[in-house]
T-cell receptor
Framework: GESVGLHLPTLSVQEGDNSIINCAYS??????FIWYKQESGKGPQFIID?????DKRQGQRVTVLLNKTVKHLSLQIAATQPGDSAVYFC???????????FGGGTRLMVKP | SAVISQKPSRDICQRGTSLTIQCQVD?????MFWYRQQPGQSLTLIAT?????????ESGFVIDKFPISRPNLTFSTLTVSNMSPEDSSIYLC??????????FGPGTRLTVL
């Protein structure tokens, strides 16, 4: 399939380690944030979201942290597995509309 | 969650021609969107497909180049008109009940020669 993320920043981690993927946003009016995972040849897959009235939200093996003071978002993946290898995008929106603005993306590579 | 399919999954086209991409959702949704993703890049919103009215285009995208239809709450089409090699990209459809939890189709990989 088509490769995604050929020119994106890459994070390489050992299988079983924890991964932290970071995202900076610029719109101080953004109040809703989503992390997506995109595997090669596929569309983005929803992972987890968080609203601006929260600073942390946990899912299965994933945690999203939001720091509104410095406009920073992170995705933590516990016990990273080979199946986690993909490109990860953050997206944000504000209550002015329904559109999402996507960040640049990070490619996660998991070494066995 | 909504399941979204796109047709065709990929195509190779000659410059100057047009291609229509179809997006089908397995349930009625309020919002449908079209994105472009160039190789190694992030997603850029082309337009919001509004049911029963004209699409809303983002800066840099115009209706003459990317006409969009949305005849009902489960279907939309995007046409890439008068194609040039610069239009080679992945085109993605997404759908959802507003900005929350937008679900994406698998994408259409377009190559223009």
């Amino acid at each position: 399939g088509e490769s995604v993320g050929l020119h994106l920043p890459t994070l390489s981690v050992q299988e079983g380690d924890n991964s932290i993927i970071n995202c900076a946003y610029s719109n101080s009016a953004s109040d809703y944030f989503i992390w997506y995972k995109q595997e090669s040849g596929k569309g983005p897959q929803f992972i987890i979201d968080i609203r601006s009235n929260m600073d942390k939200r946990q899912g299965q093996r994933v945690t999203v942290l939001l720091n509104k003071t410095v406009k920073h978002l992170s995705l933590q993946i516990a016990a990273t597995q080979p199946g986690d290898s993909a490109v990860y995008f953050c997206a944000e929106s504000d209550n002015a509309g329904n559109m999402l603005t996507f960040g640049g993306g990070t490619r996660l590579m998991v070494k066995p | 969650s909504a399941v979204i399919s796109q047709k065709p999954s990929r195509d190779i086209c000659q410059r100057g021609t047009s291609l229509t991409i179809q997006c089908q959702v397995d349930s009625q949704v309020t919002m449908m969107f079209w994105y472009r993703q160039q190789p190694g890049q992030s997603l850029t919103l082309i337009a919001t497909a509004n049911q029963g009215s004209e699409a809303t285009y983002e800066s840099g995208f115009v209706i003459d180049k990317f006409p969009i239809s949305r005849p009902n709450l489960t279907f939309s089409t995007l046409t890439v008109s008068n194609m040039s090699p610069e239009d080679s990209s992945i085109y993605l459809c997404s759908a959802g009940q507003g900005r929350n939890e937008q679900f994406f189709g698998p994408g259409t990989r377009l190559t223009v020669l």
